[in-house]
């Protein structure tokens, strides 16, 4: 455990290449930018990491943009940013409503969803809505981009497939067909972690999302072929309760995660009939 008089550097790039140079020459460092989590655990003492890269100064990062038909949002995006961009309220409004209530104003004046991915709690509340939409995540390194699928970044509980000389630089959002929805259940509307949150797009191949009821955010495609296959909600929630891994924890119990699945899929398909 550190204590209060262990070095800590910080290095402070002009530019993403600057950056992304660093991470390949001069690793292994910590990015950071929001810091909302990060700075958490380093006042707890349970951050092993000494070297960070502060990634807050870089400003291309922070774009949002039409590319042709892809929404484009960069990975220093705030939360406060995403409810503001009239291209977000336009192309995806559930990432509006998930981004209203992470943390209070603070928390999304600095948070972003780069740091959200990457932190990869599966109570994220931005995570279930990329989960739906297909996202693509834009990893760079001072070499080469690549374009990895959202639905296979994870690797496990807060894991996934970013190497170390990469960083997260841009979330695409593929144009979405359909009636959005999200709800986050938690001991309060914000300012609380999630004890289920899902994301939910109604069209003719349903997407359901779902975070806080398995070790990483959860896809529930037996329950979307449910629904596509028109065998009804009770099929679609008995196959969901087949698909969700929710455990005990000091926030709730796995039975009342299980059941406020259930309820939540058969709220979003009421929700957004006709």
């Known amino acids: 455990m550190k204590s209060a008089v262990t070095p800590l550097l910080l290095r402070r790039p002009r530019s993403v290449r600057e950056a992304l140079v660093i991470l390949r020459d001069d690793g292994p460092v910590v990015p950071l ?3 909302t989590d990060l700075y958490v655990s380093l006042n707890f003492g349970t951050l092993a990491a000494t070297r960070f890269l502060d990634l807050w100064p870089l400003e291309p990062l922070r774009r949002i943009e039409m590319r042709g038909d892809v929404l484009w949002l960069g990975a220093l995006a705030t939360y406060t940013t995403l409810t503001r961009s009239r291209l977000v309220n336009q192309r995806l409004p559930m990432l509006v409503d998930a981004a209203r209530q992470v943390g209070g104003v603070q928390i999304q004046n600095r948070g972003t969803i780069g740091g959200n991915i990457a932190n990869g709690s599966p109570a994220g509340d931005t995570l279930p809505v990329f989960a739906a939409v297909d996202a693509v995540i834009v990893a760079r390194s001072a070499g080469a981009e690549r374009r990895i699928p959202f639905s296979e970044f994870y690797t496990g509980y807060r894991t996934n497939v970013l190497r170390a000389d990469e960083l997260i630089v841009a979330v695409e959002i593929p144009a979405v067909p359909g009636h959005q929805w999200f709800r986050k259940v938690g001991t309060r509307a914000a300012q609380a ?37 028109a065998q009804g909600i009770d099929a679609a929630v008995a196959a969901l309760a087949a698909e969700i891994t929710p455990i005990d924890d000091i926030r ?23």
């Open 33 to 35: 930018a929001g810091a």
């Open 193 to 229: 972690i999630s004890k289920v949150v899902m994301a939910g797009v109604r069209s003719d191949a349903p997407r359901i999302a779902l975070g806080s009821v398995a070790p990483v955010v959860l896809r529930a495609r037996q329950a979307e072929r449910a629904l596509a296959a």
């Open 252 to 274: 709730s119990t796995a039975e009342y995660r299980r059941t406020v699945a259930q309820n939540l899929v058969r709220q979003f398909w009421a929700a957004t009939a006709g």
